[in-house]
Nanobody
């Protein structure tokens, strides 16, 4: 499956953005497997932000709980990340990822996810 992120932008602190991740290919859409959003800031390791299981169950990093919401539209084969109350420390390249072999996200380890998008830049000033 191919994953393509979009929606990154420069935004002021306190603002909002919605990232999208369009999935294409012959393995079905986000409704069939575990998907997640990750981010990588300059000089830092890539880290998990949120995950969503095939049944819609979600999990969030403590740093974004209450501010970010992960969701999906199975009909559109698209994963979303709604980001509110953005802070400068949210500045990073954001990636979506999928584990095509699992309907449940049982790990946040990068190697658990076998498909990655190219990333979209979010900058909070």
């Amino acid at each position: 499956v191919q994953l393509v992120e979009s929606g990154g932008d420069l935004v002021q602190s306190g603002g909002s953005l919605r990232l999208s991740c369009a999935a294409s290919g012959n393995t079905g859409g986000p409704g069939r497997y575990c998907m997640g959003w990750f981010r990588q800031a300059p000089g830092k390791e890539r880290a998990g932000v949120a995950t969503i299981d095939s049944d819609g169950s979600t999990s969030y990093a403590d740093s974004v709980k209450g501010r970010f919401t992960i969701s999906k539209d199975n009909a559109k084969n698209t994963l979303y990340l709604q980001m509110n109350a953005l802070k400068p420390e949210d500045t990073a390249m954001y990636y979506c990822a999928a584990n095509l072999a699992s309907t449940v996200c049982i790990s946040w380890l990068l190697q658990y996810f076998d498909n990655w998008g190219q990333g979209t830049q979010v900058t909070v000033s």
